[in-house]
């Protein structure tokens, strides 16, 4: 019963590898990423340990991001440090204090966390741009079924279309 047990938490875990690993490297998610010198660098260095949900999310000073990208360093990820410096630099500009979520390409969690919406009017979002293309404008935002209007009048200033 005892290996049973050690060997079902073993398949687990591998799978749990295997999964994190498969979402770590996608393309899709690093071709979303924001235009920028960085953009490739950023994509091969960050994303193949982790999804861009990880760091989109998050707003961050130029000093703040620089001790993430040397933890990240730190735990294993491959950098020069003149690619650091430019990592950093990118991170700073398109996800630091004030940077704007660009509503067309941002993962479910950078809608939720940065805009303040639920799960589920973040994910109307993403499954709107999904089926029917870019959103060209806050109006057209404020027209997606289950988008609280007062919500993303709140975040209007924080939003990039």
Known sequence: MKLASRQMRLIALALTLLALTAYGSDPEDAAALPDGEAKALVGKVCIDCHGSGNFRRARLTADEWGDSVADMVDRGAKASPAEIDTIVAYLAKNFGRGAPVRIN????????????FSVDESQAEVNYRTKNGAIKSYEELLKIPGVDAAKAEASRSKMAF
């Open 105 to 116: 390409t941002a993962p479910l969690v950078e809608i939720k966390v940065v805009l303040g």
